[in-house]
């Protein structure tokens, strides 16, 4: 393996100046045992050619975008609408009481140039009247873009006419795609309107003992359903799952669980607290991606609840499934132990899926994320140095306090200083450097020109990367892995989805195509 | 599958339920990489350039490379100058193309960022080289679709490139219009065929639709170069091929460098290709050689042979306005009955033409500019037809009543093989009714009584 530094040092030295004293603090080589301090979330240096998006897309594209039985506008001119339009695979099953599944529906405003100059809001109004006409929706959220910031239509107050005029829910959400530096701030945005517009409506708690939610889990290619397939052997209930193939009523009541457990820590720890601030619901951060993560994660819910007879069953249902797994990790450990990855995806799953490769010997030598903040990367306790700085400060932190009538504390004082006495920590979440080998480079919002230099220099076996990426990587001669859309594949999660995983992995590393990029007359003759 | 969309067809004014367009910078990035050595540029932020390029990447299974202004929420009040400087000179630095070219969203066209007055004081202040072309086109999102930004960026590329030096080459220059790498290549075929030397600009043939050889290039090799756009002034003539893509720029070059234009529609199917061939033949006063003639010969052979399949079916149409003009007069050609076809696109040649072409032929069709998919499946549930073509967004509506289905156009994102199969052309006439002819049989094979069951067709 090459030396990180010197990668690092070939990686920075074309830019100029001003770009390379800004990238200089995004690249770092890797020690776990101290993770140097990284810097993220902040802005895109202009021309870099990013893999970033926007707020927008954090927003309607992630967070809200896949509760299906409530409708979603973009307010705004056509091609934010249509590109979040079943790009991102969050599927979602329809219930019996639900007759459409708004999916499959791409509604906007589209926004002509009048609208620019007279304002819009007359046109949204009317949109969300048609809407609700056509459709009957239980809920309507309704997205800003771009220029609705600058124009000036004030979507909140449409959105409060049109709730009284119809009945229904309708609320907005800022979302304007320029605001913050990344899609992360469009999903602090999401998480604060779930909490002001959704959740605490509804009251009744399912039935079912050990309720929980999983947040942010968006039901890529079926995750969410394996993750909650393996909890249904286990006994333990899924009330909600933010959001992946959840439905209106599952939010509103989504308060009323137990306990939360985070998969995705970056866009989701908003609500995360805010719950806990305010319903006293605590938080746990867990990881089903893995076959040891997966169990770990169910060990530690399990000991959550102190229930014997629930510790019992997961360690019976851990057991079962990796006598299934087994055999797959031994066989395709046989073709892919020693081989390199490298991972640059979003904001969870660069950490994430390092275990998945780890199961099958494969080693990660280079990872980051496009949009995570340092304690994505360095740890929740470096919370409190985090400066925002002033491409941020205009997202809104909400004020949460306890709710005087529906707070419950869910553990006593006694049974939490014995859960952390036996060694269990809440609202805990390490971040990917202390999980990753020493001298691993750390990338953060990874140009093109270093994916380049990274492909040249470590030559990696796979990648882990995004649809843009992808063929570039592939042109190389290098597979890369979908980690946003999975390739059109999945599950991915849960000791199921990992078997999928290994199994695509091994084809992609040793698929014949890669052998046929050369032709004949171009190979060395035989002796 | 798309449970909430009933026949009765109620009244909209304001809401857009499954646009049939998308907004106009992916147009203009698209025609970008027509540019050899070029890299498209969006002014605007990052969101719009990450959508365009993923969804061109999702259409082409191929690399799309564009730079972003990254525009953040302070230069969006205060302008994108710096941003673009800064951009300009990392792009130049780190990439080193020959050429940018700038296109704008909605965002830089709501705050007024003047263009060329940012580049003019970023070439001033050394962020970009001598040598270096940076050109640049206003496509705001708000205003027409992505054919209009494709339009406006080959407009760009005359106002900027174009250059009449008063001797005159013998070529002929062709806009082909926004269609696929594989049709630009057809088109260059064929007029190679016919034996006249054209330039053809923008052109993303071997851009987008390169070779795995294990070597990435960030340019590839494929692209109208600046000396051929640059030539288009000298040329004998030029063919706009499709009004909507392609108009403004001929008339363009036309009135700057006194090229005479031709407007052609999109070469798709017999008389228009022959439209093509024709206007081809006589600005360059050549015979059309035998080899053509066979060519055309063998799609009418195939047309007369398969007849039977095609009379009288009814066909739905969705796509971008010179699309659906051009393949309704294929469809025609088949005697086939177009009884819906929309577009999202708006521009009232659209409806004009359209009815020139079907009011005799098929009265009851019903024609539609700023349409979209959820009025067109509406039209469908209460007049089915037998064939649908669209772009892939068309699948839902296929599947929900189950019409044999073909997919055209931009996008097709379920699927691989469209960028190597013309449409244009008399090769692309037979892709087209080849396609066609296999979902209409294979639903044929899928539902017709055992008996009745048969193994020649």
Known sequence: LPDPAAVREEMLKIYPSKTLKKRSKQMLVNDPSAPPEIGANTRTVPGIITQRGCTYAGCRGVVIGPIHDILHITHGPIGCGYYSWLTRRNLAQQRPDQPINFLQYAMSTDMMESEIIFGGEKKLAAAIREAYEIFKPKAIAVYATCPVGLIGDDIHSVCREAKKELGINVFGFSCEGYKGVSQSAGHHIANNGVFKHMVGLLDEPDPEPFRINVLGEYNIGGDAWAIDTLLKKCGIHVTATLSGDVTYDQICKCHTADLNVVMCHRSINYMAEMMETKYGVPWIKVNFIGAEQSAKSLRKIAAYFQDKQLTDRVEEVIAQEMAELRPVIADVKTRCEGKTAAMFVGGSRAHHYQHLFKDIGMLTVAAGYEFAHRDDYEGRDVLPSIKIDADSRNIEELEVEADPEKFQARKTPEQLAALEAGGFSFKDYEGMMREMRKETLIIDDISHHEIEKLIELYKPDIIGSGIKDKFVIEKFGVPCKQLHSYDYGGPYAAFTGAANFYKEVDRMINTKVWQLVTPSWKKPADP | ?457
Request: aromatic share 8%; with cysteine; net charge negative.
């Open chain 2, 1 to 457: 599958m798309l449970d909430g969309t009933t026949a009765e067809v109620a009244n909209r004014s304001a809401l857009r339920i499954n646009p049939a367009k998308t907004c106009q910078p992916i147009g203009a990035m698209y025609a970008s990489l027509g540019i050899q050595g070029c890299m498209p540029h969006s002014h605007g932020s990052q969101g719009c350039c990450a959508y365009h390029r993923s969804h061109l990447t999702r259409h082409f299974k191929e690399p799309v490379m564009a730079t972003t202004s990254s525009f953040t929420e302070g230069a969006s009040v205060f302008g994108g100058m710096a941003n673009l400087n800064q951009a300009l000179k990392n792009i130049f630095t780190i990439y080193n193309p020959d050429i940018v070219a700038v296109h704008t969203t909605c965002l830089s066209e709501v705050i007024g960022d003047d263009i060329p007055s940012i580049v003019a004081k970023a070439r001033e202040s050394g962020a970009v080289p001598e040598g270096k072309i940076v050109i640049h086109a206003n496509t705001p999102s708000f205003v027409g679709s992505h054919v209009t930004g494709f339009a406006n960026m080959v407009s760009a590329m005359v106002n900027y490139l174009s250059e009449s030096t008063g001797e005159t080459k013998n070529q002929i220059n062709v806009l082909p219009g926004y269609v696929e790498p594989a049709d630009m290549r057809e088109l260059k075929r064929l007029a190679a065929a016919v034996g006249v030397d054209i330039v053809m600009f923008p052109d993303t043939s071997g851009v987008l639709d390169g070779p795995l050889t294990g070597e990435y290039e960030l340019f590839p090799r494929g692209g109208a170069t600046v000396e051929q756009i640059k030539s288009s002034g000298d040329n004998i003539a030029t063919l706009g091929l499709g009004h909507f893509a392609s108009h403004i720029a001929a008339a363009t070059l036309e009135s700057k460098c006194n090229v005479p234009a031709a407007f052609l529609e999109l070469p798709i199917g017999v008389t228009a290709t022959d439209r093509f061939v024709d206007a081809l033949r006589s600005y360059a006063d050549v015979e059309v050689p035998e080899a053509v003639e066979n060519e055309r010969g063998r799609l009418v052979d195939l047309m007369s042979d398969l007849h039977q399949y095609f009379h009288g079916k009814r066909v739905a149409v969705s796509g971008d306005p010179d699309h659906v003009i051009a393949l309704t007069q294929l469809l025609l050609e088949l005697e086939m009955k177009p009884v819906y076809a929309i577009t999202g696109s708006t521009g009232n040649q659209f409806e004009k033409r359209m009815h020139e072409l079907l009011d005799g032929p098929v009265p009851e069709a019903k024609i539609k500019q700023n349409a979209d998919l959820f009025e067109l499946h509406q039209w469908m549930k209460n007049e089915p037809v037998d064939l649908l073509i669209t772009n892939t967004y068309g699948k839902h509506i296929a599947r929900t009543e189950d019409v044999p289905f073909v997919r055209f156009g931009f996008p097709i994102l379920d699927r691989a093989a469209h960028r190597y199969y013309p449409t244009l052309g008399y090769a692309g006439a037979i892709n087209l009714i080849n396609q066609i002819l296999n979902v209409i049989l294979d639903r044929k094979d899928r539902d017709c009584p055992e008996a009745w069951y048969e193994l020649v067709q």
